[in-house]
Structure formats: structure tokens, C-alpha cells
């Protein structure tokens, strides 16, 4: 088996779609949503709901064009500012923000974490 070229993110680009498909997608057959998804969401909840972060606004650093956290993010913070890696992170938001037709669907992030309100 050949060992990939490494590729750097900041030069290469990330393939958002594939990474969004393999990992954070609803698709039961992935088998990485408990993982990826509800697990860090309800640990990003448990932090939130404890009190300590305090303010408006929240950063959000990620990579690509993961959304998954600021469903729960935002509960607790009137404003999110997203600082995105590149162009195709950026368009691939602007795409579910838009609700245009082949946007990643996070439906499924979104009815998990309608169960987790911040007690803020």
C-alpha cells in the first residue's frame, strides 16, 4: 500500500464536502456521528451550562466548514463570529446559511441539541 503525499490544509486545501460526508453526515452506516457529533456537542453543552465562560460573543476557529458546535454555542452567546480556513469553507457555509439546494444537511445536529438548553 503507497503512503500518501502529506498535504498541507493551508496550501491544499481541504476537501470540505468529503470530510463533512465521512464524518459528520446523518448516514447511519458512517457510524462516527455518536463520535463527532453528540458527544462533543454535549460536552461543549456540559462546559456552557456550568456557568465559568462568560460574555456575548463567541469565536469559533474550526476547520472546514463544521457548524455542529455553534448549534449549541448559541444558546448561550447572542453573537458568534466564524473565522473560516479558505475560500471552499467559507462557500460551503454561505450554502447552508442560504439553504441552497446541495448544502450539507445538520438537521441532525440540530435536533440533538434542541434537547440540551443552556441553563445561562
Request: positive net charge.
Amino acid at each position: 500500500m503507497d503512503v500518501p503525499k502529506a498535504k498541507l490544509y493551508h496550501k491544499h486545501g481541504v476537501n470540505t464536502r468529503h470530510l463533512l460526508q465521512t464524518y459528520f453526515s446523518c448516514d447511519r452506516d458512517t457510524g462516527f456521528g455518536e463520535e463527532t457529533l453528540n458527544f462533543i456537542m454535549k460536552k461543549i453543552h456540559d462546559v456552557l451550562a456550568a456557568g465559568n465562560f462568560k460574555g456575548k460573543t463567541a469565536y469559533d476557529f474550526c476547520i472546514a466548514s463544521l457548524i455542529h458546535q455553534l448549534y449549541t454555542v448559541s444558546y448561550c452567546y447572542p453573537q458568534i463570529t466564524i473565522l473560516k480556513l479558505n475560500d471552499t469553507c467559507i462557500m460551503e457555509l454561505n450554502k447552508w446559511l442560504a439553504m441552497r439546494t446541495g448544502a450539507f444537511d445538520w438537521t441532525h445536529a440540530h435536533d440533538f441539541v434542541k434537547g440540551l438548553p443552556c441553563s445561562r
